[in-house]
T-cell receptor, first 114, second 113 residues
Framework: SAVISQKPSRDICQRGTSLTIQCQVDSQVTMMFWYRQQPGQSLTLIATANQGSEATYESGFVIDKFPISRPNLTFSTLTVSNMSPEDSSIYLC???????????FGEGSRLTVL | GESVGLHLPTLSVQEGDNSIINCAYSNSASDYFIWYKQESGKGPQFIIDIRSNMDKRQGQRVTVLLNKTVKHLSLQIAATQPGDSAVYFCAEKRDTGRRALTFGSGTRLQVQP
């Protein structure tokens, strides 16, 4: 499977600021996904990021709060805007490779908002 | 360590015993299912998958069973080892037109030496 790298791996942020998380894949993939994992919770899909088109957001997530870029087939960014303590979570980048449909994930970016 | 799994149901087993982790899914149209393992401080790791046209699939020390009648999925781990301690999530692909997965709530497996 491809190697997925996320940066930063963790950060402590101040309320009201924004942070951009980067996701780099070592092979070209069509579909990349951004998930959120709140403390003690499961993974919730934020949006699907396809190269060359606008990201598709899930119910409860909006572009103004979580703008996403997908400039090429190996890279994507997720910005968490105007952060509040409720945004403290692990943010995970995933990608789908091959016909079977399994998703592979990076190690996640652990954000703590004070 | 991270707080992943802090509020999740916990299954505690003795080393060497078999473990069974269960998952109920909601969408009868889901056609693909995956089990993931998430260790503290890491991202989810693919374990095994199964398509809806199968009811059983075996891997190395792991078996996934799918009961579509009651929309139930289980993961069996044989001869559980301390390294199996983690949070386990089932995931389903609900929409054949998309590749995004919907995750279940997770179970924390604790292996006692």
């Amino acid at each position: 499977s491809a190697v997925i790298s996320q940066k930063p791996s963790r950060d402590i942020c101040q309320r009201g600021t924004s942070l951009t998380i980067q996701c780099q894949v070592d092979s070209q993939v069509t579909m990349m996904f951004w998930y959120r994992q709140q403390p003690g919770q499961s993974l919730t899909l934020i949006a699907t990021a396809n190269q060359g088109s606008e990201a598709t957001y899930e119910s409860g997530f909006v572009i103004d709060k979580f703008p996403i870029s997908r400039p090429n087939l190996t890279f994507s960014t997720l910005t968490v805007s105007n952060m509040s303590p409720e945004d403290s979570s692990i943010y995970l980048c995933g990608m789908s490779q091959g016909a079977s449909g399994e998703l592979f994930f990076g190690e996640g970016s652990r954000l703590t908002v004070l | 360590g991270e707080s992943v799994g802090l509020h999740l149901p916990t299954l505690s087993v003795q080393e060497g015993d078999n473990s069974i982790i269960n998952c109920a899914y909601s969408n009868s149209a889901s056609d693909y299912f995956i089990w993931y393992k998430q260790e503290s401080g890491k991202g989810p790791q693919f374990i095994i998958d199964i398509r809806s046209n199968m009811d059983k699939r075996q891997g190395q020390r792991v078996t996934v069973l799918l009961n579509k009648t009651v929309k139930h999925l289980s993961l069996q781990i044989a001869a559980t080892q301390p390294g199996d301690s983690a949070v386990y999530f089932c995931a389903e692909k609900r929409d054949t037109g998309r590749r995004a997965l919907t995750f279940g709530s997770g179970t924390r497996l604790q292996v006692q030496p």
